[in-house]
Nanobody
Framework: QVQLVESGGGLVQAGGSLRLSCVVSGRIFSWYAMGWFRQAPGKEREFVAT????????YYADSVKGRFTISRDNAKNTVYLQMNSLKPEHTALYYC?????????????????WGQGTPVTVSS
């Protein structure tokens, strides 16, 4: 059984930083791409960042390029999202997800395991 547990969210002032972590249980972690998505209140879930199984390829939503960095540690079954220069519009519930394959994707349908999310609130 695959489980994903996110952590690291919280309340931060605009301009601050947070580092989200997602630990994946099960032996599939190093086989697949991983992604981060978010859902703000009253809005649909949207793609944030993705990383391939080796960590050598990443892709970001335009809204977070240059501010957020995705990385992974396959030995620890963990994927990270470093978020810098946060803005109030980054406030959302952040989810990590395990991809269906090794190739990175921005489409939610290309991910088949999801965590419960960790909340991020950025105050102005």
């Amino acid at each position: 059984q695959v489980q994903l547990v996110e952590s690291g969210g919280g309340l931060v002032q605009a301009g601050g930083s947070l580092r989200l972590s997602c630990v994946v249980s099960g032996r599939i972690f190093s086989w697949y791409a991983m992604g981060w998505f978010r859902q703000a209140p009253g809005k649909e879930r949207e793609f944030v960042a993705t990383i391939n199984l080796s960590g050598g390829s990443t892709y970001y939503a335009d809204s977070v390029k240059g501010r957020f960095t995705i990385s992974r540690d396959n030995a620890k079954n963990t994927v990270y999202l470093q978020m810098n220069s946060l803005k109030p519009e980054h406030t959302a519930l952040y989810y990590c997800a395990v991809g269906r394959g090794a190739v990175i994707s921005a489409r939610g349908n290309d991910y088949n395991y999801w965590g419960q999310g960790t909340p991020v609130t950025v105050s102005s």
